[in-house]
């Protein structure tokens, strides 16, 4: 299992709907979106890897709303 699947699986497990896209900004880069959503609560974060965009998903929820 991947690190990212890793963080997935864990905001899955909380009961968060997991959620990623890979698109490429004007300089042909890829930018991963990764979306979350539980109980009427989104968040959406973009980074250019995608380890990056679900660790910095986890610290937001983290954050903002108590994980587990």
Do not use: H, Q
């Amino acid at each position: 299992m991947k690190n990212w699947e890793i963080v997935a699986d864990n905001l899955s497990k909380a009961g968060w709907s997991v959620g990623c896209i890979v698109s490429m900004d004007p300089e042909r880069r890829d930018i991963f979106v990764v979306v979350a959503r539980r109980d009427g609560n989104r968040y959406v974060v973009r980074a250019d890897e995608k380890l990056t965009a679900f660790l910095e998903l986890e610290s937001a929820i983290g954050a903002c709303d108590k994980l587990y």
